[in-house]
């Protein structure tokens, strides 16, 4: 019978045991808690999300306070306390902590505690939970401030590109590799490197920057367009390749040329030679053998006062490989001096940049003197007019005689 008893006074210790064990433990902080950033750098701000849990099944804790306790010699307290009013059993609250990682601190895994205070309900409790925070070196380097000293280079044209090199973080980045790469083409053909693709440096300190400069100039095989070209940089210990774009437009131009001048002679002798007093055309043929369209183009011709009629023609728009003539109809005075008359062919167009551009060419129009005049053209020419003047007399004498015909019947 004793036995029995004892037996059952050593249960029911062990349950007062239990069930004060529960309660005094009857929150705790779950391991599934992170932080954000994931990865954490010196000099990072640093979110922990975690959250607090009642295991206990009868109890709901009360007045609960949470605190993080950092080391001050490396970290920043930013919001380190979460006070929660109530828990009840088998739920759980999430907790917010903000604190920021010193520039001081080193690499490696940091301890620190969250202490956790609440009311069980029947006492206060109090006790800390270890938490583990690995801050890893930083290798991060930024492409910034790319710049070109011409956007819009001319093919063979030779031009420059800048950047800076960033180290963003508070350890020194060795042994960095910049590198100068096409986008838009798979090679640098037909771009001609002036300069190497390739800059070492071999240390930047933290938060410092490295200008780097490239020198590129597009061959004469570019075709005018845009173009995309990046620049890279990796350091030993990077884990990626940090690079950033840039574009620019690769220009051509129009290349106008005289391929052909004419002229042209309506004679109803069939003679080709311009003579004074002689209508005649002159044609000017124009062919653009640049890589951009030449536009607006206007021909002129400035010739002497022998020669006259419209001297200016206009062409337009003439696209690369492509070819115009302006036309003009002159007349060449009675009193024009036979010989060379030296007329200046000026063309003038807009170019690719749309500014303008003129050239000029001078060409010898020769003017042929009137052949004197035969003889028997005169004598012809006196016959006739004679024939005429006879007819004229034999009218007039036919009217005169009808009219004192008329007036004496009307007597």
């Known amino acids: 019978m004793n036995k029995k008893i004892l037996i059952l006074f050593s249960i029911l210790l062990l349950s007062v045991a239990v069930s004060g064990a529960d309660i005094d433990r009857l929150l705790k ?137 960033k180290n963003t973080c508070f350890n020194n980045v060795r042994d960095v590799i910049v590198e100068l790469e096409p986008v838009t083409n798979s090679t640098f053909d037909p771009f001609i490197l002036r300069s190497s693709s390739t800059i070492r440096l071999p240390l930047i300190g933290p938060g410092e920057s490295k200008q780097v400069s490239f020198s590129l100039q597009p061959g004469e095989n570019t075709d005018p367009g845009l173009y995309v070209f990046s620049i890279g940089a990796n350091c030993v210990d990077c884990t990626q390749v940090y690079s950033n774009n840039f574009s620019f437009e690769a220009k051509g131009e129009p290349a106008l040329i005289f391929s052909g001048i004419e002229i042209s002679v309506n004679s109803p002798l069939g003679d080709k030679r311009i003579m004074q007093g002689m209508p005649f055309s002159l044609s000017v043929q124009l062919d653009n053998i640049g890589t951009e369209t030449a536009k ?95 007819i004229a007399y034999f009218i007039i004498k036919m009217v005169l005689r009808q009219l004192a015909i008329i007036k004496s019947q009307s007597r």
Request: proline share 5%; with cysteine.
């Open 29 to 165: 902080v779950n391991n599934d808690y992170s932080y954000s950033p994931s990865n954490p750098y010196v000099g990072d701000v640093i979110t922990l999300n975690a959250s607090i849990e009642n295991v206990g099944n009868r109890n709901a804790a009360t007045g609960i306070k949470a605190e993080l306790f950092l080391n001050g010699n490396y970290f920043e307290s930013i919001d380190i306390v979460e006070e929660i009013e109530s828990i009840p059993p088998g739920q759980t609250a999430p907790i917010f902590f903000q604190y920021k990682i010193k520039d001081n601190a080193y690499t490696g895994i940091y301890k620190y505690n969250i202490n956790l205070s609440f009311f069980n309900g029947q006492q206060d409790i109090e006790y800390t939970y270890d938490l583990n925070l690995f801050v890893t070196e930083c290798y991060v380097l930024d492409i910034e401030n790319i710049s070109l000293d011409n956007y819009a280079p001319h093919i063979g044209e030779r031009f420059n590109v800048s950047a800076k090199v």
């Open 296 to 390: 607006k183009i206007a021909v002129n011709i400035d010739v002497d006062g022998g020669i006259t009629g419209v001297t200016e023609s206009y062409i337009g728009n003439l696209d690369e490989d492509d070819s115009g003539a302006a036309i003009f109809d002159l007349d060449t005075s009675l009193f024009a001096e036979s010989g060379e008359h030296v007329a200046t062919i000026t063309v003038s167009y807009l170019d690719e940049m749309g500014e303008p551009q003129e050239f000029s060419q001078p060409y010898t129009i020769y003017v042929a003197e009137q052949p004197p005049t035969s003889p028997l053209i005169w004598i012809l020419i006196l016959i006739l007019l004679i024939v005429v003047l006879v």
